[in-house]
């Protein structure tokens, strides 16, 4: 049989590659933009092009509602995002944790289950990874993406000493020949000294020390890793020990105040392309993997979601919460029977709870299950003969008829019937009928 018109039904959307747009309206350091470079270099080591890669605002990590999208994350997660939440991203996005750093030890349950989901988390530091161990999720120690980044050509040596916001009490430990010719510079920005954005801004700043870089000396974590990674001698100078160079410090000394006297002040740099090839692989290959994943998966969803958040009716629940709302003032005082140990019963009781303040669940009646039903003791169907003023709402549709026969047996009126959907069957319609005052 042939058939005239054919409607042909095509999968759209699907999963999308990702990065952070960490867009700041007060004061920024351009050492947390170096970070998503990093990761734009890995996509163009992977031939994603920059068009194909969809940025998520970081204000929007809990309530992002766009497509499906594969994140990496080598960034910091230390300001909670929404609700106290640390790492719980929206549901459409799908994190791939690379380098990523915490500073609270204490997890909630919600954010370990949600790790464990998204296992192995790969940390940036030695502390993030003990915090993650220690509530038994599997992590790694990963560094930062940004120690990832191309070396420079090694035909440039550079004639500028950079010092990027050296701290005061170092200065006097600095050679006067390297003060002499050193330009003293700082991460610090505000938008408006970037009227192009933070993330063009560190692409101009690292660009012109890889152009010009003869020695860098820093107390930044991001003023030592991409110069580091671009080949450039750097003397990495901090007071105290920083939880967050734990693991840095395997790729370049960090010299603490006790050891400034030492320092030296002409380094050579430090060549690791086997590691950062590494890097690249294991990242690459864990985005690649999250997305061979998710990506049949979301596109499935992503075209039946189409049509997915229209208004509905959830049956046995809506029509039973329109009956509770039409026969019942907020203020009254009732007891109440839930027949059923149901999805329906637990729903209608919240709802009860939630708007009915001098409401009582007196009681909960099911055949078979012995138990504590929110907080309420599972019984027979006798026990409305002790409540005889209780309302009872039957949450089963297996017991229609068996609760017609009762309440017609008992005398019961009090009752509504949640799971019937506008079609009795003779039976049941013959005991609802013999009935002069019920509410249906």
Same mark, same amino acid.
């Given at each position: 049989m042939m058939r005239d018109k054919e409607n042909s039904v095509m999968c759209g959307g699907g999963v999308k590659?990702?990065? %952070?747009?960490?867009?700041? &309206?007060?004061? !920024?350091?351009?050492? =947390?933009?170096?970070?998503?470079?990093?990761?734009? $270099?890995?996509?163009?080591?992977?031939?994603?092009?920059?068009?194909?890669i969809?940025?998520?605002?970081?204000?929007?990590?809990?309530?992002?509602?766009?497509?499906?999208?594969?994140?990496?994350?080598?960034?910091?997660?230390?300001?909670?995002?929404a609700e106290m939440k640390i790492t719980q991203f929206s549901p459409k996005i799908i994190p791939v944790f690379l380098g990523v750093s915490v500073l609270d030890t204490h997890l909630s349950d919600e954010e370990v289950q949600y790790l464990?989901?998204?296992?192995?988390?790969?940390?940036?530091?030695?502390?993030?990874?003990?915090?993650?161990?220690?509530?038994?999720?599997?992590?790694? %120690?990963?560094?930062?993406? &940004?120690?990832? !980044?191309?070396?420079? =050509?090694k035909t440039i040596q550079g004639d500028?000493? $950079?010092?990027?916001?050296?701290?005061?009490?170092?200065?006097?430990?600095?050679?006067?020949?390297?003060?002499?010719?050193?330009?003293?510079?700082?991460?610090?920005?505000?938008?408006?000294?970037?009227?192009?954005?933070?993330?063009?801004?560190?692409?101009?700043?690292?660009?012109?020390?890889?152009?010009?870089?003869?020695?860098?000396?820093?107390?930044?974590?991001?003023?030592?890793?991409?110069?580091?990674?671009?080949?450039?001698?750097?003397?990495f100078a901090k007071d105290r020990m920083s939880f967050r160079f734990l693991g840095i410090n395997s790729l370049i000394h960090v010299y603490t105040r006790q050891e400034w006297s030492t320092i030296d002040w002409n380094p050579a740099p430090i060549m690791y392309e086997e590691l950062k090839a590494l890097m690249i692989q294991n990242a690459a290959k864990r985005i690649r993997e999250s997305y061979e994943k998710y990506s049949s998966i979301f596109r499935i969803s992503a075209f039946y979601e189409t049509n997915a958040a229209e208004e509905c009716h959830v049956e046995f629940y809506t029509n039973t919460e329109d009956y509770i709302e039409r026969n019942f003032d907020i203020n009254d005082s009732f007891s109440y029977i839930l027949w059923g140990v149901t999805q329906t019963a637990s729903s209608v009781d919240a709802y009860i709870r939630e708007h009915y303040p001098n409401a009582r669940l007196a009681g909960v009646i099911d055949k078979k299950k012995r138990l504590i039903f929110h907080g309420v003791k599972t019984d027979t169907k006798e026990i409305l003969e002790d409540h005889k003023d209780a309302w009872c709402f039957v949450c089963t549709g297996a017991a229609i008829l068996e609760s017609y026969c009762y309440f017609e047996k008992i005398g019961h009126t009090r009752f509504y019937q949640c799971c019937e959907d506008g079609k009795k069957h003779e039976k049941e319609a013959g005991y609802q009928n013999s009935f002069s005052n019920v509410c249906l």
């Amino acid at each position: 049989m042939m058939r005239d018109k054919e409607n042909s039904v095509m999968c759209g959307g699907g999963v999308k590659f990702g990065n %952070l747009d960490f867009s700041r &309206s007060e004061r !920024l350091t351009i050492g =947390d933009d170096v970070q998503l470079l990093a990761i734009r $270099y890995l996509y163009k080591t992977m031939g994603i092009e920059e068009k194909d890669i969809l940025r998520i605002p970081f204000h929007r990590l809990a309530d992002w509602d766009g497509e499906y999208v594969i994140l990496p994350i080598s960034f910091p997660l230390y300001g909670y995002h929404a609700e106290m939440k640390i790492t719980q991203f929206s549901p459409k996005i799908i994190p791939v944790f690379l380098g990523v750093s915490v500073l609270d030890t204490h997890l909630s349950d919600e954010e370990v289950q949600y790790l464990r989901r998204f296992e192995p988390i790969g940390c940036r530091d030695g502390y993030t990874m003990r915090i993650m161990r220690a509530h038994g999720i599997t992590a790694y %120690l990963g560094g930062c993406m &940004s120690a990832s !980044l191309p070396a420079r =050509d090694k035909t440039i040596q550079g004639d500028t000493i $950079y010092c990027i916001d050296i701290q005061d009490d170092l200065l006097p430990y600095i050679p006067e020949e390297i003060k002499k010719q050193a330009v003293f510079v700082s991460h610090l920005y505000y938008p408006e000294d970037c009227p192009l954005g933070a993330e063009k801004k560190a692409e101009e700043v690292y660009g012109n020390y890889c152009k010009s870089a003869k020695l860098i000396i820093t107390s930044r974590l991001h003023g030592a890793l991409p110069c580091v990674a671009m080949g450039i001698p750097v003397i990495f100078a901090k007071d105290r020990m920083s939880f967050r160079f734990l693991g840095i410090n395997s790729l370049i000394h960090v010299y603490t105040r006790q050891e400034w006297s030492t320092i030296d002040w002409n380094p050579a740099p430090i060549m690791y392309e086997e590691l950062k090839a590494l890097m690249i692989q294991n990242a690459a290959k864990r985005i690649r993997e999250s997305y061979e994943k998710y990506s049949s998966i979301f596109r499935i969803s992503a075209f039946y979601e189409t049509n997915a958040a229209e208004e509905c009716h959830v049956e046995f629940y809506t029509n039973t919460e329109d009956y509770i709302e039409r026969n019942f003032d907020i203020n009254d005082s009732f007891s109440y029977i839930l027949w059923g140990v149901t999805q329906t019963a637990s729903s209608v009781d919240a709802y009860i709870r939630e708007h009915y303040p001098n409401a009582r669940l007196a009681g909960v009646i099911d055949k078979k299950k012995r138990l504590i039903f929110h907080g309420v003791k599972t019984d027979t169907k006798e026990i409305l003969e002790d409540h005889k003023d209780a309302w009872c709402f039957v949450c089963t549709g297996a017991a229609i008829l068996e609760s017609y026969c009762y309440f017609e047996k008992i005398g019961h009126t009090r009752f509504y019937q949640c799971c019937e959907d506008g079609k009795k069957h003779e039976k049941e319609a013959g005991y609802q009928n013999s009935f002069s005052n019920v509410c249906l």
